[in-house]
């Protein structure tokens, strides 16, 4: 299938002709992963941001869960935090892959972060990472004042399936009566295991994340206990199956015009508006799943800026 992609992002295409995500072997894709985050982060710029990896407890029963925590230097005060959980179809990513991210994040907003390293698919199925994170949380909320955390300013952050995780962690929290978010970012999210929206039908080659991944990574997600599509898939795995998504926090979604995820996260933007929640949806046209790597694009640059803008707003810095 043709797709009419962004110009800039087409001539980067062209120049790298097996731009794609292959998660079928989970053990090699992890490998390849790593090597590629390793390239990234070597001339990464940490200036100006103090970093800290710690372990804090995990869910009842299951194993403690790493953090790396972000913090401007000098901080003094209070300010808003970050859950920060990152993508990788629930089968990849770590503390590593999202380093970059997390640094600028952390000091172009001032902010503090916390990257969340939750056990992975599909040797830890559901709801393993998303206890791990929902754990975080609660861990970020009782040691807000340590961590120098207006608990009242406490956003999530996650894209792919970072922003399912979030989503997800934003329903949990809510169900449970956990820590309150003020804010959640959900960047192309991977919402919906039933993979029936007419862009998960007919995007199957597209760079970077496709319908043969999407059934993978919920395969793996769900593992035995869940069948993907099956009635009995909860909405805490998937988010999209949620009835009622009432009393969740503010929301900004964005999506991506030839994504196979791009319907569910438009489809999820319109149910949360309809359930009374403020909600900002934008598809970027010409783009696709994870084009924002390439950064030099115009459309990539407007991406970045509008991230960092509705963070601003979302955790309440434009009232400082």
């Known amino acids: 299938?043709?797709?009419?992609?962004?110009?800039?992002?087409?001539?980067?295409?062209?120049?790298?002709?097996?731009?794609?995500?292959?998660?079928?072997?989970?053990?090699?894709?992890?490998?390849?992963?790593?090597?590629?985050?390793?390239?990234?982060?070597?001339?990464?710029?940490?200036?100006?941001?103090?970093?800290?990896?710690?372990?804090?407890?995990?869910?009842?029963?299951?194993?403690?869960?790493?953090?790396?925590?972000?913090?401007?230097?000098?901080?003094?005060?209070?300010?808003?935090?970050?859950?920060?959980?990152?993508?990788g179809g629930f089968v990849i990513g770590d503390l590593e892959?999202?380093?970059?991210?997390?640094?600028?994040?952390?000091?172009?907003?001032?902010?503090?972060?916390?990257?969340?390293?939750?056990?992975?698919?599909?040797?830890?199925?559901?709801?393993?990472?998303?206890?791990?994170?929902?754990?975080?949380?609660?861990?970020?909320?009782?040691?807000?004042?340590?961590?120098?955390?207006?608990?009242?300013?406490?956003?999530?952050?996650?894209?792919?399936?970072?922003?399912?995780?979030?989503?997800?962690?934003?329903?949990?929290?809510?169900?449970?009566?956990?820590?309150?978010?003020?804010?959640?970012?959900?960047?192309?999210?991977?919402?919906?295991?039933?993979?029936?929206?007419?862009?998960m039908q007919g995007f199957v080659d597209t760079p970077m994340w496709n319908r043969p991944n999407a059934e993978l990574s919920w395969e793996f997600y769900l593992g035995q206990g869940y069948q993907r599509g099956a009635d009995t898939v909860p909405h805490h795995a998937a988010p999209a199956r949620c009835e009622n998504l009432s009393g969740l926090p503010p929301a900004y979604i964005s999506t991506m015009e030839f994504d196979p995820l791009r319907d569910e996260g438009v489809l999820y933007a319109l149910r949360l508006m309809q359930a009374g929640v403020a909600t900002e949806l934008h598809s970027f046209p010409g783009t696709f799943h994870g084009s924002s790597l390439f950064a030099t694009a115009q459309v990539s640059q407007r991406e970045s800026a509008e991230m960092m803008a509705v963070l601003r707003r979302g955790l309440q810095l434009d009232n400082l």
């Open 97 to 199: 892959s999202e380093h970059g991210m997390c640094l600028a994040l952390s000091r172009e907003l001032g902010i503090v972060v916390v990257s969340v390293d939750y056990r992975l698919a599909p040797e830890t199925p559901y709801p393993g990472a998303l206890e791990d994170c929902y754990s975080t949380l609660q861990w970020i909320s009782d040691n807000a004042g340590q961590l120098h955390i207006d608990a009242k300013r406490l956003g999530i952050f996650g894209q792919s399936a970072g922003g399912g995780l979030s989503a997800a962690t934003a329903l949990l929290s809510r169900d449970r009566q956990g820590p309150p978010l003020c804010f959640q970012y959900l960047g192309i999210p991977e919402l919906d295991d039933r993979l029936d929206t007419p862009s």
């Open 1 to 87: 299938m043709s797709y009419n992609y962004d110009p800039e992002l087409a001539a980067m295409l062209d120049f790298l002709p097996d731009v794609s995500l292959d998660i079928s072997d989970p053990v090699a894709s992890r490998a390849g992963f790593a090597e590629m985050i390793a390239m990234l982060n070597a001339d990464v710029d940490s200036s100006g941001v103090a970093v800290e990896d710690r372990t804090i407890p995990g869910p009842q029963g299951a194993p403690e869960v790493k953090v790396r925590i972000y913090s401007p230097e000098g901080l003094a005060q209070a300010g808003p935090g970050l859950l920060y959980i990152h993508g």
